[in-house]
T-cell receptor
Framework: DAKTTQPNSMESNEEEPVHLPCNHS???????IHWYRQLPSQGPEYVIH?????VNNRMASLAIAEDRKSSTLILHRATLRDAAVYYC?????????????WGAGTKLIIKP | NAGVTQTPKFQVLKTGQSMTLQCAQD?????MYWYRQDPGMGLRLIYY???????DKGEVPNGYNVSRLNKREFSLRLESAAPSQTSVYFC???????????????FGSGTRLTVV
């Protein structure tokens, strides 16, 4: 199974961009990279996912390295509401019904 | 648009008691999942149901049973609760496919269970 490495925590100032790194050097060719976040006392919330190309949506951008061994979640302008634990998750392939394997994530602290 | 609804939100059980956690989704998703999350940890998969009528064990199935009642509902049962099952339980659903595409999961707000 693919394993991920993320910083335990990161701090950023409000209204500045945030780059959250993730290393997934053992990812297989068919594993998608998902990002979720979990606000305090809430269930996880889908943020973005991708396979090979960089992806953008209204919440964030996902930059995937060409060798797919790492990726970076980019919050373009962080707000206090973005304070959460961010999880980088490779999905297991189609034989495993696209199960998600969760690590401990990165706790993002936003300073006003 | 409710998404994934879990009941109850909070529960305290005595050791040895049984209970069923309920989960329902209104997005017509095929796949549903039960996770537990212990303090400071990521989620761990208990059971999942790839489609109506099927269930499979996840990473930590011992002490739990599940029922996929229909496409909308997926329940988790603790037959004899133990203090080690004190945790936050999340239900999720997704429109998983087997053609190489991939979708996000939608989670419920969780059930906070304490076993004393």
């Amino acid at each position: 199974d693919a394993k991920t490495t993320q910083p335990n925590s990161m701090e950023s100032n409000e209204e500045e961009p945030v780059h959250l790194p993730c290393n997934h050097s053992t990812i297989s060719g068919t594993d998608y990279i998902h990002w979720y976040r979990q606000l305090p006392s809430q269930g996880p919330e889908y943020v973005i996912h991708g396979l090979t190309s960089n992806v953008n949506n209204r919440m964030a951008s996902l930059a995937i390295a060409e060798d797919r061994k790492s990726s970076t979640l980019i919050l373009h302008r962080a707000t206090l509401r973005d304070a959460a634990v961010y999880y980088c998750i490779p999905t297991l392939g189609e034989d495993s019904n696209y199960q998600l394997i969760w690590g401990a994530g990165t706790k993002l602290i936003i300073k006003p | 648009n409710a998404g994934v609804t879990q009941t109850p939100k909070f529960q305290v059980l005595k050791t040895g008691q049984s209970m069923t956690l309920q989960c329902a989704q209104d997005m017509n998703h095929n796949s549903m999942y039960w996770y537990r999350q212990d303090p400071g940890m990521g989620l761990r998969l208990i059971y999942y149901s790839a489609s109506e009528g099927t269930t499979d064990k996840g990473e930590v199935p011992n002490g739990y049973n599940v029922s996929r009642l229909n496409k909308r509902e997926f329940s988790l049962r603790l037959e004899s609760a133990a203090p080690s099952q004190t945790s936050v339980y999340f239900c999720a659903s997704s429109e998983a496919t087997y053609q190489g595409s991939n979708y996000g999961y939608t989670f419920g707000s969780g059930t906070r269970l304490t076993v004393v």
